[in-house]
Each structure stands twice: as structure tokens, then as C-alpha cells.
């Protein structure tokens, strides 16, 4: 499951990538535009930071940036900086075999949706979304 979390990256990944490059915005100013909450915000800047997408400036003219093309960040990379691993079940992702496994008519299935998932989301990248989004406007 994709979480609240995770959609807020990717909603302050397309917030920063919607002005124009090297345009530095507060936490405080994403959190006002895209209503959420403050502390969240710093938060996932911290995980959008360790991941490279970004940089922060402190002092009275400070801001985050975007530093990466927002082409070059999919979707399914800024879930995972938020939210780990991803899978639709966690037996595709237990260490311990499952006692059903020889026997689950499932499995397959669910490693198919899996990779369906993931390519879709590998697929979409922030620059789509903030173009999406222009289109809408």
C-alpha cells in the first residue's frame, strides 16, 4: 500500500518542480500551497534530501530546491524513499517461506500485479505530473 506519506513526497517533489529551476521555496510555503502539515513537510525534506532530489538553504533568503531533473525522478523511487520497499503483499516480500507456497494459486498473481505496479509507477516521472497538473490549470 502506497502511503499518506509517500503521495506527500511526491506532491512536494512536484511543488518544487513546478517553479522555475534553482527557485528556492520554505517548508512553510509548501506546506501552506499543498495543505500539509508543516512538520511532515520538513519531515519528507529530509527523505527527498538523502535521496539527492534536493538541497536546503538556511538564513532569511533560504529555501529548498529541486536539484534534480524532475524527468529523472519516477514515481515509483520517491515511494520507496518514503515508504521502503514496495508490494502489494507481503508474502512476495517474507523472508520465511510461506507454508501455502507449493500449493497458492495466488502467488503468481500477485507477483504479476507486483510487476505491473512497478513498471507503471517507473513509468511516470514528476515532470509528467507537473505537466499534467498545467494542463488541468
Known amino acids: 500500500m502506497i502511503t499518506k506519506k509517500a503521495e506527500y513526497a511526491i506532491i512536494i517533489l512536484t511543488e518544487l518542480a513546478s517553479n522555475p529551476p534553482g527557485t528556492t521555496v520554505t517548508s512553510k510555503e509548501i506546506a501552506f500551497r499543498r495543505s ?3 512538520n511532515l513537510v520538513v519531515q519528507l525534506l529530509a527523505v527527498l534530501k538523502e535521496a539527492g532530489w ?3 538553504t538556511r538564513g532569511p533568503a533560504g529555501g529548498i530546491r529541486l536539484i534534480t531533473d524532475p ?4 514515481l515509483r523511487e520517491v515511494v520507496e524513499a518514503a515508504d521502503g520497499p514496495m508490494g502489494i503483499t507481503r508474502c512476495l516480500f517474507s523472508s520465511a517461506p510461506c507454508r501455502d507456497q507449493k500449493h497458492c494459486s495466488l502467488r503468481g498473481i500477485w507477483s504479476r500485479a507486483q510487476q505491473e505496479m512497478l513498471k507503471v509507477l517507473e513509468e511516470v516521472n514528476i515532470k509528467d505530473l507537473v505537466e499534467a497538473a498545467a494542463l488541468e490549470a
Do not use: A, L, Q, R
Request: negative net charge; proline residues 10%; without cysteine.
Open 36 to 38: 500539509i502539515p508543516v
Open 54 to 56: 534536493t538541497e536546503g
Open 71 to 74: 524527468e529523472k525522478i519516477n
